[in-house]
């Protein structure tokens, strides 16, 4: 097993990724949502680069892709992020996603309309916790790494979204009624995989530390076949930059199983 991946000592609680030095206390805190993933990880590059002191916070909502967390966890130690969270959610418990509920399957062709792997008020549930902490910092900086060209079709990425919680909250927080506005950045909202792909390499982000499979297994292997995954190696392959992902199952030029480079390991 590779142990680097594994999901053993996996991550509870809030777990502290450096010490916060006195150059980091004279930074600008920021809280960066951080889920493992490829653009999570990128938007942390950018905050870190744009002068923030970084404070990733992620979300163990029930999701089934649990190595995400583990990723998370490698990605804010790697970008140098100053704490990393980890808080529970039991989104689970509501169910309603393919991603929280085990008897509705991921899909592994493109749908239309909103795809069941849709989390329903996800990032509004991740973006009121980021505000919360971000209210305890003293931070008036939440960035997150939602996309409006290459994505899935999910409400909660539209930049029409980021604006109106961006409004709500500050009206609803104390900074904001004291005339301190807060900002939510989503510095990836108007780019393609790729660009973002290119972006995050001239940044220095490991993309093979992320995961961003839906069904990925415990050692971060990717099934190859989800819109995730498909996102993904279409970023790459447009970005012109080899592509770390282990796949479970490789795909032709239409889209179907190659049993040429297919994989025998069996995704989670």
């Not at 916060?20 to 960066?32: Q, S």
């Not at 549930?125 to 003293?138: F, I, K, N, T, Y």
Request: charged share 20%.
């Amino acid at each position: 097993m590779d142990t680097g991946r594994s999901l053993a000592g996996a991550i509870t609680g809030a777990t502290p990724q450096a010490v916060v030095g006195e150059h980091a206390r004279k930074m600008k805190p920021a809280v960066i949502l951080l889920s493992g993933g490829l653009d999570s990880a990128t938007v942390l590059a950018i905050a870190r680069e744009s002068g923030y002191a970084c404070h990733a916070l992620s979300l163990d909502y029930g999701q089934r892709h649990k190595a995400e967390l583990v990723a998370a966890a490698r990605v804010a130690k790697t970008l140098g992020a100053v704490e990393h969270r980890v808080m529970r959610l039991g989104l689970g418990d509501i169910g309603g996603s393919a991603l929280t509920d085990s008897a509705i399957a991921v899909p592994e062709c493109a749908t239309e309309g909103i795809p069941v792997t849709y989390v329903p008020a996800r990032n509004t549930v991740m973006l009121s916790l980021a505000l919360a902490w971000a209210e305890v910092l003293g931070s008036r900086d939440i960035f997150i790494g939602v996309n409006a060209v290459d994505y899935s079709g999910y409400p909660d990425c539209r930049p029409e979204f980021i604006a109106a919680f961006e409004h709500m909250a500050n009206l609803a927080t104390r900074s904001g009624v004291e005339g301190e506005q807060l900002q939510i950045h989503a510095p990836l909202q108007h780019l393609t995989k790729a660009q973002i792909i290119q972006r995050g390499v001239a940044l220095g982000v490991d993309y093979d530390q992320t995961v961003s499979c839906y069904q990925a297994d415990t050692e971060g292997w990717a099934c190859g076949r989800c819109d995730s995954c498909r996102l993904r190696r279409e970023g790459f392959i447009a970005a012109g930059i080899p592509d770390p992902t282990r796949y479970a199952h490789e795909m032709d030029a239409r889209g179907r199983d190659d049993t040429r480079f297919t994989s025998t390991r069996n995704p989670a």
